[in-house]
């Protein structure tokens, strides 16, 4: 509960900040954020931040919260399915287990194939 709470936040925040159009506001904004910034790797002084500054700020907050707090749970997961067999069984049958994974006919599924 408390990760998607802390989620809706960032996805407020990021809203904000994409949707700024004065840079005062923006360093505002920044500031009053300064904290989740920093831990995001976003290391630029709030003072020197203009509107050039948003996709960049955007971009540290998404990588963080959407990849990187996230790598420990899927390194973890595949770790699982490897512990299982699956990972091999999907390395060497993947003809036949393409269905399962990918909604395209035409591609061709291998263990570094990233399906959407």
Do not use: W
Not at 11 to 29: A, K, P, R, Y
Request: aromatic share 4%; hydrophobic share 45%.
């Amino acid at each position: 509960m408390i990760m998607i709470i802390m989620i809706m936040i960032i996805i407020i925040i990021t809203l904000q900040i994409e949707s700024c159009g004065d840079v005062s506001l923006l360093q505002q904004l920044c500031m009053e954020n300064v904290d989740i910034l920093i831990d995001c790797g976003f290391n630029k002084p709030i003072s020197k931040c203009g509107l050039e500054d948003k996709v960049t700020i955007v971009q540290s907050v998404c990588l963080q919260m959407v990849v990187l707090n996230t790598l420990a749970e899927l390194d973890q997961f595949k770790d699982g399915l490897s512990s299982l067999g699956v990972v091999r069984a999907i390395k060497e049958h993947s003809s036949l287990l393409q269905s399962f994974y990918c909604s395209a006919s035409k591609m061709q599924l291998t263990s570094g194939t990233q399906c959407t």
